[in-house]
């Protein structure tokens, strides 16, 4: 492959690739340089691309060292891999979704999420992007005090009322009542860098604390985590492959409606978590 152009997204994450042909597989030369820059700088924006399912899976998980499933997991009768307000049975059709990383409730890690814009009408919701890991590195050290050494417990979905019960707001929730608890100083396992892991959407309390003081910590640490750094906003428009590390950075988007201009987006996991096997989401806003 011609040599990659490669231009930074913002100074904190994500890296634009120009120049690249989708081959499958790519040649070493090619995987080990996007698995630099994908672990280095946390998101990989390729424009342009005309890409298929296949190739967009073997990406996902080469980038991230692992094999990807014999049987492709993401065929589910009850729903298509797709973020769309247009296909039936699509992932969060509408609605607004808070920041998070996506099933941070479950003991399963999962640790990369790709969007492929198959059909985008302008003008397009756009993505929206934190960093996990710069909130780690820039927590101020009072904060970095009460947090070290404990854990925080995330559930599948706080939306409603962390939005203060905005009706537009998105929550998905799975049929049973899972959670976990993990360290706030999570260490990556991939890249081994420490993350300020908590979401809006997703934590609901400091371990071991009473709940006004649980309360209290997590409204510093997501007023740190959301308000302290720039959003990176992804603008879509057909043909754009987003790849982006799910612990390391946190999405979210404004809202988007079923009647508004067309916004499917086909969307990959990996390593797939066990649990979307058995399980579908129930997506839901309370103003619907
Ligand atoms: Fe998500």
């Known amino acids: 492959m011609a040599e990659l152009e490669v231009r930074d997204l913002t100074p904190l994450f994500g890296a634009e690739i120009i120049g690249f042909e989708p081959k499958l597989p790519l040649d070493d030369a090619t995987l080990q340089k996007l698995r630099t820059l994908f672990n280095e700088k946390g998101m990989l924006v390729f424009r342009n691309l005309e890409t298929d399912k296949d190739f967009q899976t073997y990406l996902s998980y080469a980038l991230i060292e692992k094999e990807p499933p014999a049987v492709d997991p993401t065929v589910n009768p009850k729903r298509e891999s797709v973020v769309s307000n247009k296909v039936e049975n699509a992932i969060a059709p509408v609605g607004r979704l808070l920041f998070h990383s996506d099933m941070m409730w479950s003991k399963d890690i999962l640790e990369l999420l790709s969007l492929y814009g198959l059909e985008v009408e302008q003008p397009a919701t756009p993505t929206m992007f934190v960093s996990a890991t710069h909130a780690w590195k820039t927590l101020p050290a009072d904060l970095r005090a009460r947090v070290e050494g404990r854990f925080a417990e995330h559930v599948h979905d706080l939306s409603y009322e962390r939005s203060g019960g905005d009706a537009d707001v998105l929550t998905a929730k799975f049929q049973d009542d899972d959670s976990v608890k993990l360290p706030i100083a999570y260490r990556h396992p991939r890249t081994g860098e420490t993350l300020l892991y ?91």
């Open 198 to 288: 908590i979401c809006q959407q997703m934590t609901s309390g400091i371990a071991d604390l009473p709940k006004a003081e649980s309360d209290e910590l997590l409204e510093a640490l997501f007023d740190h985590l959301y308000n302290s750094q720039p959003v990176f906003e992804h603008h879509w428009r057909k043909g754009d492959l987003v790849v982006w590390d799910n612990l390391a950075l946190q999405h979210a988007r404004p809202n988007v409606v079923a009647v508004g201009p067309a916004r499917t987006l086909r969307k990959t996991f990996a390593p797939m978590p066990e649990s979307f096997k058995t399980r579908t989401p129930q997506f839901a806003q309370a103003g619907a």
